[in-house]
T-cell receptor, first 116, second 111 residues
Framework: QKEVEQNSGPLSVPEGAIASLNCTYS??????FFWYRQYSGKSPELIMS????GDKEDGRFTAQLNKASQYVSLLIRDSQPSDSATYLC????????????????FGQGTILTVHP | DVKVTQSSRYLVKRTGEKVFLECVQD?????MFWYRQDPGLGLRLIYF???????EKGDIPEGYSVSREKKERFSLILESASTNQTSMYLC??????????FGSGTRLTVV
């Protein structure tokens, strides 16, 4: 089982729709969860972080975390063509002693295309 | 804004050369990381450092080494470049709990 799995995609949604991106993780000790956006040929850019169960909203983005189900998601409301990118889910990696030194494991990414 | 600067955007090197990739961050972050990103394989951790002169191997350290002599600078060294090290190399930094800020990446081609 991969440590961090994302829905395979690619995901195509019409402009103005809600895009839903999903991620599951295997390490129950993980405490920090992040979503990155990566445009083609560019480096990843942090768009959301979430540390507690529930929802966290930032503009058109909502991150949802359920630690019991080991599930984190990203909703993008009113999707725009400029949202077309690869979205990476990242989860911190604690070692046996519980220290992570900030290490993250990334999912493979979901390609999102928003068409006009 | 935190800035992470990678010295080169594109590099072409010959097989067997020693290659240095430099990364500098300007926000006094403790943690710095080197990843490579390949199609179908995603982002894979090569090495990381949580303090000056402290370094730890990541998932794929073979053929690489690192140096962190100053807090703001983290260098990746390819001891003897090989064609299978052709990749996009990404440097990142973070504080203790936050997410990464990535540099713009170095696309390395080994011929």
């Amino acid at each position: 089982q991969k440590e961090v799995e994302q829905n395979s995609g690619p995901l195509s949604v019409p402009e103005g729709a809600i895009a839903s991106l999903n991620c599951t993780y295997s390490d129950r000790g993980s405490q920090s969860f992040f979503w990155y956006r990566q445009y083609s040929g560019k480096s990843p850019e942090l768009i959301m972080s979430i540390y507690s169960n529930g929802d966290k909203e930032d503009g058109r983005f909502t991150a949802q975390l359920n630690k019991a189900s080991q599930y984190v998601s990203l909703l993008i409301r009113d999707s725009q063509p400029s949202d077309s990118a690869t979205y990476l889910c990242a989860v911190n990696r604690p070692d046996a002693g519980g220290t992570s030194y900030g290490k993250l494991t990334f999912g493979q990414g979901t390609i999102l295309t928003v068409h006009p | 804004d935190v800035k992470v600067t990678q010295s080169s955007r594109y590099l072409v090197k010959r097989t067997g050369e020693k290659v240095f990739l430099e990364c500098v961050q300007d926000m006094d972050h403790e943690n710095m990381f080197w990843y490579r990103q390949d199609p179908g394989l995603g982002l894979r951790l090569i090495y990381f450092s949580y303090d000056v002169k402290m370094k730890e191997k990541g998932d794929i350290p073979e053929g690489y080494s690192v140096s962190r002599e100053k807090k703001e600078r983290f260098s990746l060294i390819l001891e003897s470049a090989s064609t299978n090290q052709t990749s996009m190399y990404l440097c990142a930094s973070s504080d203790r709990i936050g997410g990464y800020t990535f540099g713009s990446g170095t696309r390395l081609t080994v011929v």
